[in-house]
């Protein structure tokens, strides 16, 4: 089967930075998904890691290790709009599935 | 350029009951799946459809299906609707291929009573 764990809910303070892990247990890796979802909202996409390394997009960095099936989600200067859940999914072999982790839940405070 | 629509956005409807949701993809995207996101379950794929086939499943029973049109506008359906279908259904659309970026729409509130 397939197995994505990240934390429940992290909390940090506006202008710290958060690192959010997701480990996963999958056959037929093919790439990973990073989203945000505002509560009541859709998910909006962040990043997409297929081959290991980081990837900068502003203030969110993502790291993909797939030998380890570990992946990270970097939030730096946090804002007070940061807050929101997390998603890490994963795509399975030549198919459009996306495999959730339950996500995580961040909480910025002033 | 418009995002994901679905409509409706928020239904109720009693057990026994069918319903219809509608999702209408990104102008260009051929690719459009389905999601249904509950607080206990998070987020699990139903379905996946790409020029008018299905191709591939999630583990849901038959009572949920789907189709989509030619021009790549998809429905989907639940049957018998029971008190644990009550959920957030999410569509999303993709250019095609595998890995491609999927963007969600807004999604529709479901309630069963």
């Known amino acids: 089967g397939q197995n994505i764990d990240q934390p429940t809910e992290m909390t940090a303070t506006e202008g710290a930075i958060v690192q959010i892990n997701c480990t996963y247990q999958?056959?037929?890796?093919?790439?990973l998904f990073w989203y945000q979802q505002h509560a009541g909202e859709a998910p909006t996409f962040l990043s997409y890691?297929?081959?290991?390394g980081l990837e900068e997009k502003g203030r969110f960095s993502s790291f993909l290790s797939r030998s380890k099936g570990y992946s990270y989600l970097l939030l730096k200067e946090l804002q007070m709009k940061d807050s929101a859940s997390y998603l890490c999914a994963v795509t399975l072999g030549g198919f459009q599935k996306l495999v959730f982790g339950t996500g995580t839940r961040l909480l910025v405070s002033p | 350029k418009a995002g994901v629509t679905q409509t409706p956005r928020y239904l109720i409807k009693t057990r026994g009951q069918q319903v219809t949701l509608s999702c209408s993809p990104i102008?260009?995207?051929?690719?459009v799946s389905w999601y249904q996101q509950t607080p206990g379950q998070g987020l699990q794929f139903l379905f996946e459809?790409?020029?008018?086939?299905?191709?591939n499943k999630g583990n849901f029973p038959g009572r949920f299906s789907g189709r989509q049109f030619s021009n790549s506008r998809s429905e989907m359906n639940v049957s018998t609707l029971e008190l644990g279908d009550s959920a957030l259904y999410l569509c999303?659309?993709?250019?095609?291929?595998?890995?491609?970026?999927?963007?969600f729409g807004p999604g529709t509130r479901l309630t069963v009573l």
């Open positions: 999303a659309s993709s250019l095609a291929a595998s890995g491609d970026t999927q963007y």
């Open positions: 459809y790409f020029s008018e086939t299905q191709r």
């Open positions: 102008s260009g995207h051929r690719s």
């Open positions: 999958t056959s037929g890796f093919n790439g």
């Open positions: 890691n297929v081959l290991d």
